[in-house]
């Protein structure tokens, strides 16, 4: 048995028993760590904050080989985001974000670059005017690229073109008045220009939709947080990902924090 020293995302924290936690991170080059953090839930432990969820925390335990759950012996925190539990629907979202990596990280070869991305979207959420959806829809898209399920968004499926009439016409409409319709064959993991036959399957998703699905491939969480999206695009994202999902990924199935985003707004009707 020996100390190693990490650094991580909390993405769940359990109780154990009357006093302890069974606390679950997200790190660099460890992937998923599990440890047992004995006592932090007693008023005198002085390491309670730092395995709160969606917090970045440095710890130190203690790693016996060929065990599951190792035990904690110290932990700080590094950075730690106080906007997302006063916002509810943001700390729904950065929740999901955190229950599609626990998910999708089992049982997997770990990936380091995927730590950034959820690192960035959690700091992009956090900022007061940020669009949570917009980055929960960029981390999406990214971990599907870091699983090499990228979808094709810039060249139509079955001619490999993208017309440069089409695409202007997808970049010059307005959000609130989506006019383009495209074909998505969710099965196949790309578009049909208007020239192509879809198959009778395909998913329709407005001119602005594809515009933002290709930004979330392609931009930062930062920027993606100050994203104008409108109602009918948001709709079809969110269809869009549910279906995605479903087919490439079935195994990760529905998220519990999404069922809470959706719970606390329906009476808004967001």
Known sequence: MRLVKAEGIVIRSMKMGETSKL??????????????????RSSKSRIGAALEPLTVSRIVYYQKENREIQFLSQAEIVE?????????????????????????????????????????????????????????????????GVLGLAPNLRRCLNCNSAPPRFMQEIRMQSDAGPTVQIHFDIARGGFMCNNCSPPLEAQQLSGETLRLLADFQSLPAEKLSRCKISPVARREIEAFFRAYFAFHLEEIGGLASLKFVHKIAAPSGK
């Open 80 to 144: 730690f985001f106080p906007n997302l539990p006063a916002d509810l629907e943001k700390w729904g979202y950065a929740s999901a974000c955190a229950e599609l990596v626990s998910r999708s990280q089992i049982d997997t070869e770990v990936t380091p670059k995927l730590y950034p991305i959820l690192l960035d979207t959690i700091r992009a959420m956090n900022e007061p005017a940020a669009d949570a959806r917009a980055c929960f829809g960029g981390f999406q898209m990214k971990l599907c």
């Open 23 to 40: 606390v679950t991170l997200f790190t660099r080059e460890l992937g998923l760590l599990k440890i047992i953090a004995k006592g932090s």
